[in-house]
């Protein structure tokens, strides 16, 4: 055979051997592609393809074929070792139209996904739209978004600030969300151009506004919204030592930033998929002329590199270093010393003052930037307009105290996380408990929460009242420390600790919780509004004394005004319904809310429950139905039932459902209510109780009838009690010991 025919096979045999050699990002053995769609591992297609957790179906009846989720009904768009991507519902509510999905949901538990926190945004569309998003029960999240607008000249192409289109962030370890669409007038003003309500979670790089949207997104069923992934629930520490641990070679193990669990990466000098045993390898930098780092001879070694110089010539051969210098002849000895010492001792001694000069500089600028960043200038601002008095008792803490009191924010001094960030457990240097709370890493509306807590907790001083002690600003993120109390929230003794907490306790905490909002309303210099008042921001100590914390929510209000009109915050079930429907914030939203908690009290129930018929879902309409059915003491919490007076329990009910009125000027004020309460705790049992089931007639009133199954008076079973009552409305009811 010639050498001439023997060329193109050669050629051949190389292209084949290469294509073979190629990394595959699958198992062996594994389908890599469902379409033009390619599958790394873990992810994969059948049995023994991937991980647990992470198995695609390839639906082969599209055209091109669909990967989707486990064997459900979530589609997968896009596949990769850094994130996913699948196509989520969008919910609508039009113009005359009942047939639209305008309460939509996606749930990822049971799965190693996440929704992305710092890829999504909630978004909502339309001129007369109101969303929410709730996520799961564990984490208590709820958000929303209010998209308004008159006519279609005032909506710009290209910004959701409210104005047609809104859009808000989402928490981090979100695995389920609830959507529902909500109208103020039902599109009648503006259905022309604007028919229609729409939300959704979107990937943000893929969504910019247009006007037109308001029409064509009716044509829309599904968005992408992208998801973080992470292999198991167990940290790097914990997982490098189980047998299932599923880094490869030359990889390294990096904890999960979006939920429990961790992920894999490559170690420097190599690449490829880490999941694999030999998924990484190595990078050859002397390969590529382009980007070779060195400027004569470069040696490939596993995981870097080395580079030297030709025979003739000196230096560290690299092209960001010396390079490559040619060898000169001798010169001078004496003059060659005497000239470099000189030389080097001028240059220390400029650089030692130029390394200081700029270090000290450097620092400033830091420290500034920081003081800026975490809102210092606006916390000054906030001091000067109120007379600098504000954060008089309060101390400016410096970044290592904090780190050394929570042993550098470890994981284990972690006392809760919230909507602004995280409370950690820390101990100072005079054996001082305290609680620090960390923002997360904020923007421009968490730095205006952090500087509203710090100014409104600093002019509040009251027993139960959480004190703050201080603050710091110059970390990356802000910090505020105030008092710890130790014995968790209010919400947690009632729901998860169940029935552990006496009737008398009840009462004492809903007096005390009602005295510092009185005090909060009405007492303070300026009248402050808690705006998200509910059992988890009552925190108790150790002798259960109750503590009104989270103060991110609430606002300042001036002397010469009742209301004001903000943004709709707060937590779903708590919600003041007026308060909601018009955007005004009085002392009555916090009364409604404190309604709320006093049917906790009573009850034991959830704010929301999906166990309660439709109707009843939320705790206020359920308590207020028991009520006016004649049935209080059937949905009272059993130790309640037991414990508690008859007539005070009524007492207390009565309290609650006036708080609860739709209305906010038929509600209490606070003050009020906090005196009827400390009423309420001094009252003493006079009544004597019949012995077996009888009917009798007790005076009320139509619209508010006798609930309780006690009476004044001893009476024998069957007696007709009505004669002795004045010209009142009768009404009958079951009296039971």
Same mark, same amino acid.
């Given at each position: 055979?010639?050498?001439?025919?023997?060329?193109?096979?050669?050629?051949?045999?190389?292209?084949?051997?290469?294509?073979?050699?190629?990394?595959?990002?699958?198992?062996?053995?594994?389908?890599?592609?469902?379409?033009?769609?390619?599958?790394?591992?873990?992810?994969?297609?059948?049995?023994?393809?991937?991980?647990?957790?992470?198995?695609?179906?390839?639906?082969?009846?599209?055209?091109?074929?669909?990967?989707?989720?486990?064997?459900?009904?979530?589609?997968?768009?896009?596949?990769?070792?850094?994130?996913?991507?699948?196509?989520?519902?969008?919910?609508?509510?039009?113009?005359?139209?009942?047939?639209?999905?305008?309460?939509?949901?996606?749930?990822?538990?049971?799965?190693?996904?996440?929704?992305?926190?710092? *890829?999504?945004?909630?978004?909502?569309?339309?001129?007369?739209?109101?969303?929410?998003?709730?996520?799961?029960?564990?984490?208590?999240?709820?958000?929303?978004?209010?998209?308004?607008?008159?006519?279609?000249?005032?909506?710009?192409?290209?910004?959701?600030?409210?104005?047609?289109?809104?859009?808000?962030?989402?928490?981090?370890?979100?695995?389920?969300?609830?959507?529902?669409?909500?109208?103020?007038?039902?599109?009648?003003?503006?259905?022309?151009?604007?028919?229609?309500?729409?939300?959704?979670?979107?990937?943000?790089?893929?969504? $910019?506004?247009?006007?037109?949207?308001?029409?064509?997104?009716?044509?829309?069923?599904?968005?992408?919204?992208?998801?973080?992934?992470?292999?198991?629930?167990?940290?790097?520490?914990?997982?490098?030592?189980?047998?299932? &641990?599923?880094?490869?070679?030359?990889?390294?193990?990096?904890?999960?930033?979006?939920?429990?669990? &961790?992920?894999?990466?490559? =170690?420097?000098?190599?690449?490829?998929?880490?999941?694999?045993?030999?998924?990484?390898?190595?990078?050859?930098?002397?390969?590529?002329?382009?980007?070779?780092?060195?400027?004569?001879?470069?040696? =490939?070694?596993?995981?870097?590199?080395?580079?030297?110089?030709?025979?003739?010539?000196?230096?560290?051969? /690299?092209?960001?270093?010396?390079?490559?210098?040619?060898?000169?002849?001798?010169?001078?000895?004496?003059?060659?010393?005497?000239?470099?010492?000189?030389?080097?001792?001028?240059?220390?001694?400029?650089?030692?003052?130029?390394?200081?000069?700029?270090?000290?500089?450097?620092?400033?600028?830091?420290?500034?930037?920081?003081?800026?960043?975490?809102?210092?200038?606006?916390?000054?601002?906030?001091?000067?307009?109120?007379?600098?008095?504000? !954060?008089?008792?309060?101390?400016?803490?410096?970044?290592?105290?904090?780190?050394?009191?929570?042993? =550098?924010?470890?994981?284990?001094?972690?006392?809760?996380?919230?909507?602004?960030?995280?409370?950690?457990?820390?101990?100072?240097?005079?054996? *001082?408990?305290?609680?620090?709370?960390?923002?997360?890493? !904020?923007?421009?509306?968490?730095?205006?929460?952090?500087?509203?807590?710090?100014?409104?907790?600093?002019?509040?001083?009251?027993?139960?009242?959480?004190?703050?002690?201080?603050?710091?600003?110059?970390?990356?993120?802000?910090?505020?420390?105030?008092?710890?109390?130790?014995?968790?929230?209010?919400?947690?003794?009632?729901?998860?600790?169940?029935?552990?907490?006496?009737?008398?306790?009840?009462?004492?905490?809903?007096?005390?919780?009602?005295?510092?909002?009185?005090?909060?309303?009405?007492?303070?210099?300026?009248?402050?509004?808690?705006?998200?008042?509910?059992?988890?921001?009552?925190?108790?100590?150790?002798?259960?004394?109750?503590?009104?914390?989270?103060?991110?929510?609430? /606002?300042?209000?001036?002397?010469?005004?009742?209301?004001?009109?903000?943004?709709?915050?707060?937590?779903?079930?708590?919600?003041?319904?007026?308060?909601?429907?018009?955007?005004?914030?009085?002392?009555?939203?916090?009364?409604?809310?404190?309604?709320?908690?006093?049917?906790?009290?009573?009850?034991?129930?959830?704010?929301?429950?999906?166990?309660?018929?439709?109707?009843?879902?939320?705790?206020?309409?359920?308590?207020?139905?028991?009520?006016?059915?004649?049935?209080?003491?059937? !949905?009272?919490?059993? /130790?309640?039932?037991?414990?508690?007076?008859?007539?005070?329990?009524?007492? $207390?009910? /009565?309290?609650?459902?006036?708080?609860?009125?739709?209305?906010?000027?038929?509600?209490?004020?606070?003050?009020?209510?906090?005196?009827?309460?400390?009423?309420?705790?001094?009252?003493?049992?006079?009544?004597?109780?019949?012995?077996?089931?009888?009917?009798? &007639?007790?005076?009320?009133? +139509?619209?508010?009838?006798?609930?309780?199954?006690?009476?004044?008076?001893?009476? +024998?079973?069957?007696?007709?009690?009505?004669?002795?009552?004045?010209? *009142?409305?009768?009404?009958?009811?079951?009296?039971? *010991?």
């Amino acid at each position: 055979m010639s050498s001439h025919a023997s060329l193109p096979l050669l050629l051949l045999l190389s292209v084949l051997t290469g294509a073979a050699s190629a990394a595959s990002d699958a198992l062996p053995g594994c389908q890599e592609n469902c379409g033009n769609a390619t599958i790394p591992y873990p992810f994969g297609i059948g049995e023994g393809c991937h991980l647990p957790g992470f198995k695609v179906t390839c639906n082969t009846t599209f055209d091109p074929p669909k990967m989707f989720m486990n064997n459900g009904n979530i589609e997968f768009l896009k596949i990769s070792l850094d994130d996913v991507r699948i196509a989520t519902l969008i919910a609508r509510q039009c113009y005359a139209s009942s047939l639209d999905p305008s309460h939509i949901w996606s749930n990822l538990k049971g799965t190693p996904y996440t929704f992305s926190n710092s *890829r999504n945004r909630f978004t909502a569309l339309g001129c007369d739209t109101l969303a929410l998003i709730q996520g799961d029960n564990s984490t208590g999240y709820t958000g929303g978004c209010v998209s308004v607008c008159t006519d279609e000249s005032s909506v710009t192409n290209g910004t959701c600030s409210g104005i047609a289109c809104c859009q808000t962030a989402i928490p981090a370890g979100l695995k389920r969300f609830d959507s529902t669409l909500g109208q103020l007038v039902s599109y009648n003003a503006t259905w022309s151009f604007s028919p229609c309500g729409y939300a959704f979670l979107i990937d943000q790089d893929e969504y $910019v506004f247009s006007v037109p949207d308001l029409i064509g997104f009716r044509a829309r069923r599904r968005v992408p919204t992208v998801l973080d992934w992470a292999i198991g629930n167990e940290t790097c520490k914990v997982a490098v030592r189980s047998p299932d &641990y599923a880094c490869g070679e030359n990889s390294h193990c990096i904890d999960s930033t979006n939920g429990p669990g &961790y992920r894999c990466s490559c =170690n420097s000098g190599y690449s490829g998929n880490p999941h694999l045993k030999q998924g990484c390898q190595d990078v050859d930098e002397c390969k590529d002329p382009n980007s070779n780092p060195c400027v004569k001879i470069c040696t =490939n070694t596993p995981g870097g590199y080395a580079c030297s110089c030709p025979r003739g010539t000196y230096g560290d051969g /690299r092209k960001d270093g010396k390079g490559c210098i040619d060898e000169h002849k001798a010169f001078p000895l004496m003059q060659s010393v005497l000239g470099s010492g000189l030389g080097l001792l001028f240059l220390l001694i400029c650089g030692s003052w130029l390394y200081w000069a700029l270090k000290k500089r450097r620092l400033m600028r830091l420290r500034e930037s920081f003081f800026k960043q975490n809102g210092g200038l606006l916390l000054q601002q906030q001091l000067a307009s109120r007379g600098g008095s504000s !954060v008089e008792t309060a101390r400016i803490f410096t970044a290592d105290e904090l780190k050394r009191a929570t042993d =550098n924010y470890n994981e284990s001094r972690i006392l809760g996380r919230g909507g602004y960030g995280t409370v950690y457990r820390g101990v100072l240097q005079d054996g *001082r408990v305290v609680a620090i709370k960390k923002s997360k890493v !904020v923007d421009e509306s968490q730095i205006e929460q952090f500087i509203n807590e710090v100014v409104i907790l600093s002019r509040v001083i009251h027993r139960n009242v959480v004190k703050i002690l201080g603050c710091c600003l110059e970390t990356e993120v802000p910090l505020l420390v105030y008092e710890y109390v130790s014995n968790g929230t209010l919400f947690h003794h009632v729901h998860r600790a169940r029935g552990t907490l006496a009737w008398p306790d009840r009462l004492r905490i809903a007096a005390e919780t009602a005295a510092a909002l009185g005090y909060l309303h009405s007492a303070a210099a300026e009248p402050i509004f808690h705006r998200d008042v509910k059992s988890a921001n009552i925190l108790l100590d150790g002798r259960l004394t109750a503590k009104v914390s989270d103060f991110g929510a609430s /606002r300042l209000v001036p002397l010469d005004r009742a209301q004001v009109t903000t943004l709709v915050q707060g937590t779903l079930g708590y919600l003041d319904p007026e308060y909601f429907q018009t955007g005004q914030l009085t002392e009555k939203s916090d009364v409604y809310s404190f309604g709320v908690v006093l049917a906790e009290l009573l009850t034991g129930e959830k704010p929301i429950s999906e166990a309660r018929p439709d109707e009843e879902r939320n705790l206020a309409m359920h308590f207020i139905v028991a009520m006016r059915g004649g049935r209080l003491f059937e !949905v009272l919490e059993g /130790r309640v039932r037991e414990e508690g007076e008859g007539e005070q329990i009524m007492t $207390v009910a /009565r309290i609650a459902r006036r708080c609860l009125r739709l209305k906010g000027e038929e509600r209490p004020k606070m003050k009020e209510v906090a005196a009827e309460l400390e009423r309420a705790r001094r009252y003493e049992r006079t009544e004597s109780f019949v012995d077996e089931t009888t009917t009798v &007639y007790v005076d009320g009133q +139509e619209d508010e009838p006798t609930m309780s199954a006690y009476f004044t008076g001893t009476f +024998e079973a069957g007696q007709d009690v009505s004669s002795g009552f004045e010209s *009142r409305v009768l009404l009958p009811v079951n009296l039971q *010991r």
